[in-house]
């Protein structure tokens, strides 16, 4: 157990100084198949379904704060005010005063009724090659622990779900599946 420990802890440490240095920007596709991009600290939003895409201004959002995906829009904060994007009719709203947009948003239904996903950073994290390849020692290590958590839930707890190791187990597989579809479906 000492040596899978210490592995693991090899393999945490060596992946987070090799990505830290080597991963600089991130790129993804919006639900709607736009682009937020992150270049040297400067996170922009474009409109990819058209000729313009990274070259003309007003199809380009840049200095993004934070926002939500939600019913086709893009909701968030950006360093000079508010933002809310239309990727359908490729609209870009801009509001100076936080009462306006918050008006907006009520006024239109841009306010998910449970729960706000905000971001600020890339979503979309099984998509990026350098990320998975980073990470790929410590997916090792702990598919090497999953599959022995399987083997005694089930050789030695007959996956019984009043048992420790196999309520861990399905724990880990149900953890693993909404953590995909996260990845997947970034809305609200």
């Given amino acids: 157990m000492k040596k899978e420990l210490?592995?693991?802890?090899?393999?945490?440490i060596s992946t987070s100084i090799f990505a830290v240095d080597l991963v600089g920007g991130w790129s993804n596709y919006t639900p709607n198949n736009n682009?937020?991009?992150?270049?040297?600290?400067?996170i922009i939003f474009s409109f990819s379904n058209n000729n313009f895409s990274y070259s003309h201004p007003s199809k380009k959002l840049k200095?993004?704060?934070?926002?939500?995906?939600?019913?086709?829009?893009?909701?968030?904060?950006?360093?000079?005010?508010?933002?809310?994007i239309d990727e359908k009719k490729e609209e870009i709203k801009l509001f100076k005063y936080q009462d306006r947009w918050e008006n907006y948003i009520k006024n239109n239904g841009l306010r998910p009724h449970r729960w706000t996903r905000?971001?600020?950073?890339?979503w979309n994290?099984?998509?990026d090659?350098?990320?998975?390849?980073?990470?790929?020692?410590?997916?090792?290590?702990?598919?090497i622990f999953y599959i022995r958590l399987i083997y005694?839930?089930?050789?030695?707890?007959?996956?019984?779900l009043s048992k420790p190791y196999s309520m861990l187990t399905?724990?880990?597989?149900?953890?693993?599946?909404?953590?995909?579809?996260l990845d997947i479906y970034p809305d609200s």
């Fill in 118 to 122: 905000w971001f600020n950073t890339g």
């Fill in 129 to 143: 090659f350098w990320v998975l390849f980073f990470l790929a020692p410590i997916v090792f290590v702990l598919l």
């Fill in 152 to 160: 005694i839930s089930i050789k030695k707890e007959r996956f019984n």
């Fill in 63 to 84: 200095e993004l704060q934070r926002w939500y995906f939600y019913k086709g829009f893009i909701i968030g904060e950006y360093d000079e005010g508010f933002f809310i």
């Fill in 35 to 42: 682009i937020i991009t992150e270049r040297q600290q400067l």
């Fill in 170 to 181: 399905i724990i880990s597989f149900l953890s693993l599946v909404i953590f995909v579809l």
């Fill in 125 to 127: 994290l099984l998509s």
């Fill in 6 to 12: 210490l592995i693991l802890m090899f393999s945490v």
